[in-house]
């Protein structure tokens, strides 16, 4: 059972465009919501999280919209670039209970082209 | 700072052998999560060890077992290899489980299953 899931599978972006990722998750009792970054060769890496009692957050060309009524959630990459290439997965924690065990989207490969 | 270490690379056995990875947290780490990558999938969370004993296990058989040494450092055992073991096996450190913080995870090794 995915706890998280995760759209679209792959997103081709034309350097300096906006890329979207979306999410969606059924427990509410996560309450951290990271996106990380994976570059082939390499583990994932924290890019941006973001809590259930904000909305949105901001981090220079990555912004994180959260919806928490809807239970869904988007990364969006901002003047997208080729160095953005990367598979992103988007994840849930219930940082009380399960004290670090992340759930994981099944990811999407993203290619920006010049 | 290195970061967190994992040997080895890479790893190709066949069917019904025996497998042993291994992780080297963080400097200043003292928890450690393993995660299995299938291809094309999110990473799945195994188990988690700290002060030397398994403290979360995911949805895995007891093929899979691992151990905390007293420097943190972690293995992940699995026997009776199957094809469908053919992964990523990810791990990550955290320090202070006593509260929830950032995952760091390692390159990984990859393990093929033949």
């Known amino acids: 059972q995915q706890q998280v899931k995760q759209s679209p599978q792959s997103l081709i972006v034309q350097k300096g465009g906006i890329s979207i990722i979306n999410c969606a998750y059924e427990?509410?009792?996560?309450?951290?919501f990271p996106w990380y970054q994976q570059f082939p060769g390499k583990g994932p890496a924290l890019l941006i999280a973001?809590?259930?009692?904000?909305s949105e957050k901001k981090e220079g060309r990555f912004t994180i919209s959260f919806n928490k009524s809807a239970k869904q959630f988007s990364l969006h990459i901002m003047d997208s670039q080729p160095g953005d290439s990367a598979t992103y997965f988007c994840?849930?924690?219930?940082?009380?209970?399960?004290?670090?065990?992340?759930?994981f989207g099944r990811g999407t490969q993203l290619t920006v082209w010049p | 700072d290195a970061g967190v270490t994992q040997s080895p690379t890479h790893l190709i056995k066949t069917r019904g052998q025996q497998v042993t990875l291994r992780c080297s947290p963080k400097?200043?780490?003292?928890?450690v999560s393993w995660y299995q990558q299938a291809l094309g999938q999110g990473p799945q969370f195994i188990f988690q060890?700290?002060?030397?004993?398994?403290?979360q296990r995911g949805n895995f058989p007891d093929r899979f077992s691992g151990h905390q040494f007293p420097n943190y450092s972690s293995e992940l055992n699995v026997n009776a290899l199957l094809l469908g073991d053919s992964a990523l096996y990810l791990c990550?450190?955290?320090?202070?489980?006593?509260?929830?913080?950032?995952?760091?995870f390692g390159p990984g090794t990859r393990l093929t299953v033949l």
């Open positions: 990550a450190s955290s320090p202070d489980r006593v509260r929830y913080n950032e995952q760091f």
């Open positions: 994840a849930a924690v219930n940082r009380g209970s399960t004290l670090g065990r992340l759930y």
């Open positions: 060890y700290y002060e030397e004993e398994e403290r």
């Open positions: 973001i809590r259930p009692d904000v």
């Open positions: 427990n509410t009792a996560f309450d951290y």
């Open positions: 400097s200043g780490h003292d928890t």
